[in-house]
C-alpha cells in the first residue's frame, strides 16, 4: 500500500520559512517523480514544483521560482519542499504527489498518489 504523509506545515509570519516533508512508503520512491500541489480555499489545485525521479530535472510555479526549492533523499524515501521569503498569497494546503511518469510533471493527471496534505498559513 503506497502512502505518502506530509509534514512541516504551520503558521508563519510574511518573509518566513518553512520546509515541507513528503515521506514516501509501498512504492519504488527513486523510480517516480515527485510533484508539490496547493489549494487556497476556494480555489483550484495548483501546481507548485516537481522533480522528475532522477532529479536532474526540476520545474516550478513561476511565482515560487527562487522562493521555493524541491529535494529528495532516495535514502530517506523522503521529498521536500523548501519554502522561503513566504507570502500570504502562499496559503494553501500543501499536497505531494507521485507517479511513474517523467513528462507533464506540472499536471495532476501525471501523479496516482497523493499524500492528504498539510496546511500553510502566512499572516501579513
Known amino acids: 500500500q503506497v502512502q505518502l504523509v506530509e509534514s512541516g506545515g504551520g503558521l508563519v509570519q510574511a518573509g518566513g520559512s518553512l520546509r515541507l516533508s513528503c515521506a514516501a512508503s509501498g512504492l519504488t520512491f527513486s523510480s517516480y517523480a515527485i510533484g508539490w500541489f496547493r489549494q487556497a480555499p476556494g480555489k483550484e489545485r495548483q501546481f507548485v514544483a516537481a522533480m522528475s525521479s532522477s532529479a536532474r530535472t526540476t520545474s516550478y510555479r513561476d511565482s515560487v521560482k527562487d522562493r521555493f526549492t524541491i529535494s529528495r533523499d532516495t535514502a530517506k524515501n523522503t521529498a521536500y519542499l523548501q519554502m522561503i521569503s513566504l507570502k500570504p498569497e502562499d496559503t494553501a494546503v500543501y499536497y505531494c504527489?507521485?507517479?511513474?511518469?517523467?513528462?507533464?510533471?506540472?499536471?495532476?493527471?501525471?501523479?496516482?498518489?497523493w499524500g492528504q496534505g498539510t496546511q500553510v498559513t502566512v499572516s501579513s
Open positions: 504527489a507521485a507517479g511513474p511518469q517523467a513528462q507533464g510533471l506540472q499536471y495532476e493527471r501525471a501523479f496516482g498518489y
